[in-house]
């Protein structure tokens, strides 16, 4: 079974600071893997699609890393902002394109 | 552009009541369909997915079912609501191969 790990659950950060979020994953066996964003009671966002060919995806102050041999992914945020404040989920996905997730990041961007 | 919608928003029943909670898909088709629950302090849990109208695979013993009587249209049902069915109800479509996944709003719901 499939087991996603988010690391760490919860963390504040200065604005202007990097942001560092972890996921892990037990199978290697996956098709691709896909980063969100979560806004409280809201829906998820798409934020990233790395294909299980690829080793990283890049979207404006966003970065997704990709090393499946190691069951790893990590999202860099650049500069972060207080608008970036959100829960952040990883998301492993496996044969018709089922998710797989993590419980997610809680990010706070302090002003 | 394709467009994703959930009814109701948000919803408040009683043990032992009926759910029924719809999704459907705009500017799109033969997308797959998935059902998701955010539960409180867990994670995002898929319960059902959809390949075609009329096939339905679960991937969790529960006392809910879904069904998709139309190619854009998905439906999560319930005869008789636990108190363990509150959550965070989420729908969403993707295309048919590995590809991005596009979430509607979502559905709150508690059961009291």
């Known amino acids: 079974k499939q087991e996603v790990t988010q690391i760490p659950a919860a963390l504040s950060v200065p604005e202007g600071e990097n942001l560092v979020l972890n996921c892990s994953f037990t199978d290697s066996a996956i098709y691709n893997l896909q980063w969100f964003r979560q806004d409280p009671g809201k829906g998820l966002t798409s934020l990233l699609l790395?294909?299980?060919?690829?080793r990283e995806q890049t979207s404006g102050r966003l970065n997704a890393s990709l090393d499946k041999s190691s069951g790893r992914s990590t999202l860099y945020i650049a500069a972060s902002q207080p608008g970036d404040s959100a829960t952040y989920l990883c998301a492993v996905i496996k044969g018709n394109n089922r998710l797989a997730f993590g419980k997610g990041n809680q990010v706070v961007v302090i002003p | 552009s394709q467009t994703i919608h959930q009814w109701p928003a948000t919803l408040v029943q009683p043990v032992g009541s009926p759910l029924s909670l719809e999704c459907t898909v705009e500017g799109t088709s033969n997308p797959n369909l998935y059902w998701y629950r955010q539960a409180a302090g867990r994670g995002l849990q898929l319960l059902f997915y959809s390949v075609g109208i009329g096939q339905i695979s679960s991937e969790v013993p529960q006392n809910l079912s879904a069904s998709r009587p139309q190619d854009r249209q998905f439906i999560l049902s319930s005869k008789k609501l636990l108190l363990s069915d509150s959550g965070f109800y989420l729908c969403?479509?993707?295309?048919?191969?590995?590809?991005?996944?596009?979430f509607g709003p979502g559905t709150r719901l508690t059961v009291l």
């Open positions: 969403a479509w993707s295309g048919r191969i590995t590809d991005t996944q596009y």
């Open positions: 790395i294909q299980s060919s690829q």
